[in-house]
């Protein structure tokens, strides 16, 4: 059983971030939200959403599991106006999903949750840095490192205390060095690693401008970055493996 | 002898709502005003236009018959600014139309009316169900039955006093149903008929948010949609006729 | 050595009116400012760009000349917010310039100045006729006659004291004549050539709605196209060759 309604908005926001890195997936249905883990096609990038049952207008699970195609069900939430809410129920005999929005009856074909690339263990990784950034901040460095590479390497001065997003292209360089007074936190140590771009590019897509980006960095080690949701009712964790430096 | 001002915008809705069908068109230039009258290659969609004199700032006519390129004659008033008026003047040594706005003056060749498709004949159906709608509501079916499907079914369902719009994919399937209170007016009467929704989103891109939209809908008949420009001296209708439905 | 500080908004401005010909070009680091001067490839337009050292917020040079990658300098500006200013600082160890905006540091690589094409001599010609126009009018113009033509007709109607824009197309025409009262100036003297549109709407499309325009035009001589960047603390000059009249 699964029926509930949601601000398009939120719903649109949940989805967007798990569309970045795939065009399928398994949601969850808990008692107390739902929760979608998913993992590139090249296992490079994962993602872990998770929306509360308190960021609904209404909420009624008992533990489901559907597979969903995202770019559909992304392509319907978005039809819905600013301000608009989305209603959502499972209906378990044909195992189709219907969504209404503003009288709009759409149904929606599930997919065998079998059928979808599993899903991801996240590690819990305990990593030396940590910083809380503007998701402006980092969309500049994203942007910025895209006009001259395709890759990114993300690290901190421990020195300096500063967070740093460096590129390095053929002939040109990008460098963007923030200090504590730049960033909303800052737990300093040795930190540096490679990211390609692409998946970066997508990951910063789904991130407001005005969202408080919290990273975790290492030595070559994969990057995490969370963010919330939903007026703090639903977090996104992204975690991102680093690539090989070759020096 | 033609010659007419009309406001920019009032010029752009009537050309838009013919190019909705055919590239080239034959315009009569009336006393009363400008009628066109046009059906697509494949004889599926006809629109008749009527605007008034009164809607025209100026207006003199005598009841010739020109044909021109709509592409470019849309392209040309489209250069217009919002309050824009468009002087219109045939010269008729030339076979040419004058076209002036804000000091720019454009000679539009034109075409031998009798090279243009025939003007259809628009037949008088006596349909018997009748809705107006919003053009926001009816813009709203269309572009989500766009989204599983290439044909859409427009009805009203007789006993529950609403007008729908279905569309039926090969997994998916859109569902809009109006009742009473969310139509401007309704007059039910069993109808039930299948069109394509390429000629449909054409015919609504021309249609305004705002407008109200007056639909004639029968069991397996064209449907007419009409709607009104220029506050009501120019009128719109189209007809467009139904698909063999396949089930 | 060169060490500046500028408006990104005036920056973007300079590199756009250069970009319209080129994609790479000398840069004179002067003590009174910047200077561009460049040809296209085919010889047909010129431009001549000067930043006075008063155009920006600081200004150290002491004549350098510099060769830059107009497009990838022109995407780095673009990265700025409106209101933003850019640092500009050259490392003439590395042979690179330094570009910081806000808070972003990037590092192009320069281009060996003596592998760009040389710069033109731009003629000092005394044509007849002289024109000021907004840039809106100008545009409106070149943006009607790229709807029939690929070439462009600019002259002056001495006895009607008109500045005109035609263009004859295959089958249509348009045409624009501006007399006193809707120029800002305008000292008529027998003039008419004809342009490549192609080149034209490039220079248009540096020039801004608001800005104003002074043209020189003769009878089948190159047209100087004026205008002013700044404040007044810059300007830049086109120089366009006239295409032959085939009548």
Redesign the interface.
């Known amino acids: 059983m699964f029926k509930a309604i949601v601000s398009a908005e939120t719903f649109q926001e949940v989805l967007g971030s798990v569309e970045a890195l795939v065009e399928e997936c398994k949601i969850h249905l808990d008692e107390d939200g739902i929760s979608i883990r998913a993992v590139d096609p090249a296992n490079v990038g994962m993602v872990d959403v998770h929306l509360a049952a308190e960021a609904f207008d209404m909420y009624e699970a008992d533990g489901g599991l559907i597979g969903v195609n995202l770019v559909?069900l992304s392509?319907?939430a978005g039809?819905a106006s600013s301000g608009d809410v989305i209603e959502l129920e499972l209906d378990e005999s044909t195992g189709k999903l219907h969504i209404q929005l503003?009288?709009?009856?759409?149904?929606?074909?599930l997919i065998d949750p079998d059928s979808i690339r599993q899903e991801p263990d996240i590690p819990d990784l305990d990593l030396p840095a940590h910083i809380v950034i503007e998701g402006r901040?980092l969309s500049?460095?994203v942007?910025?490192a895209d006009?001259v590479s395709d890759h990114i390497a993300l690290g901190v001065d421990d020195e300096a205390e500063t967070f740093y997003i460096d590129a390095e292209g053929d002939?040109?360089?990008?460098?963007?060095?923030?200090g504590r007074d730049?960033l909303i936190d800052l737990r300093a140590g040795d930190a540096h690693s490679l990211f390609s771009l692409e998946y970066l590019k997508d990951m910063n897509g789904a991130i407001d401008a005005d969202a408080e980006v919290a990273l975790e960095l290492g030595e070559e080690y994969p990057v995490t970055i969370r963010f919330q949701l939903a007026n703090g009712h639903g977090d996104v964790t992204y975690m991102l493996a680093p690539r090989i430096q070759n020096n």
Chains 1, 2, 3 share one sequence.
């Open positions: 559909r392509d319907i039809m503003d009288g709009l009856e759409y149904t929606l074909a901040d500049r460095g942007t910025a006009m002939t040109d360089d990008v460098h963007l060095a923030l730049q």
